[in-house]
């Protein structure tokens, strides 16, 4: 396929240009989700160097994963309490500067270890260790890296960080309230006051700083590490934000705050979705030019090639619901449906014009037909999940995996929906329809040559972009899947329960790196 003449009239062309036009392959995942032998019961920033490594060794060259924000004590990585704070729990503890120099720091690493041998992430236990044990760290560091050149460069360069560092403090002073509970005095900051809260808590501002500088410094070195191997990094930049966040609490302008956002009914959903999170006065941000939604995309460009948009027919328009209403009584925002094509375009074209990243959409669930014009006219991909392209106003049929549009990335599952394995056996009649499709024996479990030619689909489809989640390959082997399928799950939207957002793999990375069925199974079609 002619790549490059594919995508010389879209406006993302020059992205493209950057990445090179060769198909892409790869997996995406959590990072909390991977498990290594170094890590302390969570995924770690400086566990994706061997992870790089292993899907190199696939033939694989690119990596997704969910959004890395600061998400407080929320689990959620779409909850994030700042739009560019990187999340301190990610933090790689036995690698950060210094460190062999204080025997302590290092024993009370190797005391916390064991929580590692948990099946599932304890967010409650990991942010308790790591913020403790970042506290003591900071106190013995801190005076060796704050006249460093690199570190006040990264203050310079990011002055978000601020904002950021004032409202960690402030929630910490005031008990994690959220932001509208603070005294009245201090629910709307000046730049003056701004000015003040940093010399009344210069030791705790520092911190924030500090530890924001070390995520930073990790991620940037796997990034500079992905160049070499020629794999690109894909991040994840959510619609929308907290409400009780640094963001909405210095820029309550941009907010509208006394409606939630959320999603109507649809097939996925039959009740329709309240997310609770503020969303955007567009009029707000035109008159500054996009500016903070600029800043969020070049604080994310400094860490990836590529990013997922979510949610993106929000952009169009966004379900609006009124306080105290459920999902089905919501309403679109704007009212005038004959305003959702033009501000959809307006929108994403800010977007690929700001950085460097090249913008892959998350375009499932209602989406109307202009929605994908847009994006195809703009090279903005969009995702397709096998399992789900038919012509549905037609005969219900799949789509050949020839057919499918070059401008978009194949899937079988995402993060909010059932692994291929657990939908097979969920949905027998659908799993049926599937395997007929594909010229697959059906049985009521999936078996390992079904499973693998499912996989092999995907990767054949005529998608730029081709990645399934880190489960869709391990799930092919008992030894490297839960007996209990609905452990490989990673979230259930719509369903407050504390299995979501706590998946971890089941085998560590070194032992998938070593496993040479897994090797060869996905060798034999990349």
Known sequence: MDFENLFRDRQTFSH????????????????FSL???NSLGIGQYLDLLPLIDFICSLKMNIIQLLPLNDCGKDPSPYSAQSSCALNPDYLSLEKLPYINEYPSLLSEIEKFSPINEKPFVDWKKIKEFKHTFLLKYFDLVFDKIKDKGNYHSYLNQNPWLIEYAVYRTLKAQFKEKHWADFPKEYQTVTKEDIDTLVKLNRSEIDFHLFVQFLCHE??????EYADQKGVLLKGDIPILLNGDSADVYFHQHLFIRNLNAGAPPDFYNSQGQNWHFPFFDWEEARKTHFNWW?????????YFHCYRIDHVVGFFRIWSIAK???????KFIPRNLYLWPAQGKELLEMM???????????DLGTVPDYTFRTLKELGVLGTRVLRWQKYYEEDGSFLPLD???PISMTTLSTHDAEPTKLWWEKYPEEAKAFAKFLDIPYKKKLGFDSHLKILQASH?????????????????????TYKDLEKERINTPGVHANTNWCYRTRGYLEDLREHKGLKEAISSYL
């Open 16 to 31: 493209f240009q950057k990445i090179g036009f060769q198909k892409r392959h790869g997996i995406s995942l959590p990072l």
């Open 35 to 37: 498990r290594t032998k």
């Open 218 to 223: 990790q991620l940037s070195m796997v990034k």
């Open 294 to 302: 600029k800043r969020r995309l070049l604080s994310q460009s400094d």
């Open 324 to 330: 105290g209403k459920t999902a089905l009584e919501g």
């Open 352 to 362: 690929i014009n700001t950085s460097s990243m090249l913008p892959l959409a998350e």
């Open 403 to 405: 057919a499918y549009e």
């Open 460 to 480: 054949q489809t005529s998608s730029f972009f081709h990645i399934n989640p880190l489960q869709e390959y391990t799930s092919l082997f008992e030894e490297l």
